[in-house]
């Protein structure tokens, strides 16, 4: 089986996009070269953030095989897998084995609110069928469908289950996981604005979405909570927080895609049904995040702070 730390911050990629609608391979590079310089851990495309939703099976297999060529093996490159039916959330785990992915990150099933029982042999199903690492993503806001800890429970004797994106919006749920399996599964925060909170109560990571616009921030802001320096990551969380907060809008994909294109790290076009931002939405959100990146924090080297685990 392979094996895979769940430490440090995973960038949910985005998904750039040309004019026309194609897939943005050079401006997907230019993002990803800067997240590995940033000293992200990890990328996981394929995630929500990256509309997946939107995506056929060739475009992400082009966008998987494009990350895995650049990155080298440097991190691990994880896929999302957000499926309704069990069979093709398995035929996806088989895809992303056979392109040399290093891990899943796996929703519950989409559209049907699956009970308990049914939620935990989708899991399991899954896991059964691959050797890759998994992370159940744990997202009942979005999602409507909470992984508590009974369903974990039930989880632990698969070795392939080894880590949850926590986004239950519950900073409490760390310690209540901590309390409950030790260090059986590893945390990774999911909610850009409670990182902070997380990663001092605990958690292993951070599963991030405005690290595609701000990666040196990111990692930087991870790094001195885990060294312990915190009066120094309270004063970039303060800088950065109502740049996270565009996290939690039902419009996320096009803030961040917005303020990706603000730094030159990506294109503000999405696919349909969404919509790019126009008139007073897009021009009010341009001055804010502008306004933000001429007031960026100075930040110390990434050598300076330490090892991203």
């Excluded at 093996?73 to 957000?82: C, R, T």
């Amino acid at each position: 089986m392979a094996t895979l730390s769940w430490q440090g911050v995973f960038p949910a990629l985005t998904t750039p996009f040309t004019a026309d609608d194609q897939l943005d391979l050079p401006i997907f590079v230019t993002n990803l070269h800067a997240q590995l310089a940033a000293g992200v851990s990890g990328v996981i495309v394929g995630g929500s953030l990256g509309e997946a939703s939107t995506l056929t099976d060739n475009e992400r297999d082009t966008l998987l095989r494009e990350a895995l060529d650049h990155v080298v093996g440097a991190v691990p490159v994880v896929l999302g897998i957000a499926e309704g039916a069990t069979a093709a959330a398995i035929r996806q785990a088989e895809r992303a084995a056979a392109l040399g992915v290093a891990g899943l990150m796996l929703l519950p099933p989409m559209r049907y609110k699956a009970d308990p029982r049914e939620t935990v042999e989708y899991f399991k199903a899954v896991a059964r069928s691959t050797d890759l690492p998994i992370m159940i993503y744990n997202n009942p806001v979005d999602y409507k469908i909470e992984v508590t800890l009974a369903m974990f429970e039930q989880l632990t004797a698969l070795p392939t289950i080894q880590a949850v994106k926590e986004s239950t919006r519950d900073v409490s749920n760390v310690t209540r996981m901590r309390n409950h399996f030790g260090d059986h599964f590893k945390i990774l925060c999911g909610v850009d604005t409670l990182a902070l909170e997380e990663l001092v109560l605990g958690a292993d990571g951070w599963v991030a979405g405005l690290v595609d616009a701000f990666p040196r921030e990111t990692v930087i802001l991870y790094r001195l909570v885990k060294a312990g320096r915190i009066a120094e990551a309270l004063a970039i969380y303060r800088w950065f927080l109502p740049l996270l907060e565009l996290d939690l809008q039902p419009k996320l994909v096009q803030y961040i895609k917005l303020a990706q294109s603000r730094v030159g790290l990506g294109t503000e076009f999405v696919r349909s049904p969404r919509l790019s931002l126009i008139n007073d939405e897009r021009n009010d959100l341009i001055r804010f995040i502008d306004e933000k990146i001429a007031t960026r924090p100075v930040l110390p080297l990434v050598e300076e702070v330490g090892v991203g685990h």
